[in-house]
């Protein structure tokens, strides 16, 4: 089982990104970003379960929208409106079942995880 996430970079302030995660080995009921700034702990981003219902944190809400695709087996997040502030690694995570909402945004519910990709927003 492996999650591969891709597409970080370098933006200004304002400006849109858009992550992608592949999955393989298995399908998953729940899959979710995460995020590690500098000197900061991870902290939730968004998730979407397999019937295509998103989470997000109240941070990033009305910005990023998270999606997937599960006939790919792929999930990702639009990131619009970018501030420095959400500078970060950006990592993915997925669980084999639907999480329950109420704890969808713990990090510690998540059995799988991948790589992070850094995202720069400068000023």
């Known amino acids: 089982v492996q999650l591969q996430a891709s597409g970080g970079g370098l933006v200004q302030a304002g400006g849109s990104l858009s992550l992608s995660c592949a999955a393989s080995?298995?399908?998953?009921?729940?899959m979710a970003w995460f995020r590690r700034a500098p000197g900061k702990e991870r902290e939730f981003v968004a998730a979407c379960r397999s019937e295509g219902i998103g989470f997000y944190a109240n941070s990033v809400n009305s910005r990023f929208t998270i999606s997937r695709d599960n006939a790919k087996n792929m999930m990702y997040l639009q990131m619009n409106s970018l501030k420095p502030e959400d500078t970060a690694v950006y990592f993915c995570a997925a669980r084999v079942d639907r999480i329950i909402v109420s704890a969808i945004r713990r990090g510690d519910v998540y059995g799988y995880w991948g790589q992070g990709t850094q995202v720069t927003v400068s000023s």
């Open positions: 080995g298995r399908t998953f009921g729940t």
